[in-house]
């Protein structure tokens, strides 16, 4: 089998994280997105 375990756990886990980051940035820049429009439209609502 040999030593290579190392390696081949650290990259499991380095493709798991980059996975979850591909998920969880997109979902957390839409919500700041979506914050940032309703603050706009409550600001141009009371002009």
């Keep these: 089998m040999g030593n290579h375990g ?3 756990w650290t990259s499991y886990g380095i ?3 980059v996975l ?3 998920v969880a940035l997109p979902a957390l ?3 700041r997105y ?3 429009e309703a ?3 409550r600001r141009e ?3």
């Design 15 to 17: 493709s798991l994280a």
């Design 34 to 36: 979506l914050q940032d």
């Design 20 to 22: 979850i980051l591909n």
């Design 39 to 41: 603050r706009r439209l």
């Design 29 to 31: 820049a839409r919500r």
């Design 45 to 47: 609502e009371s002009k």
């Design 6 to 8: 190392v390696y081949v």
